[in-house]
């Protein structure tokens, strides 16, 4: 039985969520071959509650987000970006992914208060979550308010979530990159695949072909 439970314990490694790991810079690793979607394309001056751009949509439930052109440069990124500034009480801001990603990143300036940044799959499990310190808090001040956060997870992420149950604020996001992650099935037979290899390089050693006394 033993190398039965060990191609379990490999397929169950395999499936179950692992805890993702931040990213603090667009040159991570983890971006390498990215989808950079950089809102210059889009009309400056446009609100929008859900706009979506190629493979990503950017969307609200409580606020009204903005395309401008207007901070980029003195941020630090060029042309449209997305913008809180519309007022409301609260932020909540979410990324959703038109094909699962492993990793993504993003361009996040002029932040006065704490975000939280939630990690989703496809069927709306959380699947980790983060702390965005408010930018002031980190020693950031004026137009040195930049920073870049995203995070790369075993576990494929269709949504990421950025929220403050109870303060607004008007920041900046720009150059959302993110990578697609493999097809799930693909994972699944490369495991099964490696199971097969462990089962059967082990069950001669291990002794458990039936004889033929038996
Ligand atoms: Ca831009
Ligand atoms: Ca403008
Ligand atoms: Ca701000």
Redesign the pocket.
Known sequence: MRPLLYALALLLAATTSQAATIITSSTDAALTGATLI???GETDGQNFLSATVGSLTVRTNTNTLRFDDQY?VQFG?????VETRLGGSNDDLEFVFATAVSAFGFDLNALDIDLTMELYDGVGTLLDSFLIPNQPGLGMSGDARRDYWGASSAAAVSRVRLVNASQHDFFLI??VSFVAAPEASTGILLTLGLAGLVFGGNRGRLGIIPSREA
Do not use: A, E, H
């Open positions: 950089d809102f210059n980029s990124t060029s042309g449209v970006q720009d150059n």
